[in-house]
């Protein structure tokens, strides 16, 4: 499993694209709508919305500056093997490291989220 931090600006386009790997979306903050294959839903600070691996997905309609929490299952890029002569990406492990700092405070309030999310309640 890994973890990082995604922001889009508001009125910006999301250009990612599917991810050989799980994904959980935490909004930390923000307002935008997301789309995963066919289905479109509004998203806002506390939404967790989970994509499977190799779904076509983008946020879209960003009104708010958005923060994601993002989790990856397994970890980001585990599944895809190397090109030869190819570099992991600094960028990717400056989030990684980054997140492991930012994720405690959300971590509390992000398992009360998910525990309500597989037991059904309000």
Same mark, same amino acid.
Do not use: N
């Given at each position: 499993?890994? @973890? /990082?931090?995604? #922001? &889009? !600006?508001? $009125?910006? +386009? *999301?250009?990612?694209?599917?991810?050989?790997?799980?994904?959980?979306?935490?909004?930390? @903050? /923000?307002?935008? #709508? &997301? !789309?995963? $294959?066919? +289905? *479109?839903?509004?998203?806002?600070?506390?939404?967790?919305?989970?994509?499977?691996?190799?779904?076509?997905?983008?946020?879209?309609?960003?009104?708010? +500056?958005?923060?994601?929490?993002?989790?990856?299952?397994?970890?980001?890029?585990?599944?895809?093997?190397?090109?030869?002569?190819?570099?992991?990406?600094?960028?990717?492990?400056?989030?990684?490291?980054?997140?492991?700092?930012?994720?405690?405070?959300?971590?509390?309030?992000?398992?009360?989220?998910?525990?309500?999310?597989?037991?059904?309640?309000?």
């Amino acid at each position: 499993m890994s @973890a /990082g931090l995604y #922001r &889009l !600006r508001a $009125g910006i +386009d *999301d250009p990612q694209q599917p991810h050989a790997e799980d994904e959980l979306y935490y909004i930390v @903050a /923000g307002r935008a #709508r &997301l !789309r995963v $294959g066919d +289905d *479109d839903t509004a998203v806002e600070a506390g939404s967790l919305v989970f994509v499977a691996a190799d779904v076509d997905h983008r946020f879209h309609a960003v009104t708010d +500056d958005l923060t994601v929490l993002v989790f990856f299952a397994p970890a980001e890029y585990s599944r895809r093997e190397a090109l030869p002569g190819s570099q992991a990406s600094p960028h990717k492990w400056a989030v990684q490291e980054q997140s492991s700092q930012l994720c405690a405070p959300f971590t509390r309030d992000l398992a009360r989220k998910v525990d309500r999310l597989f037991m059904d309640e309000p």
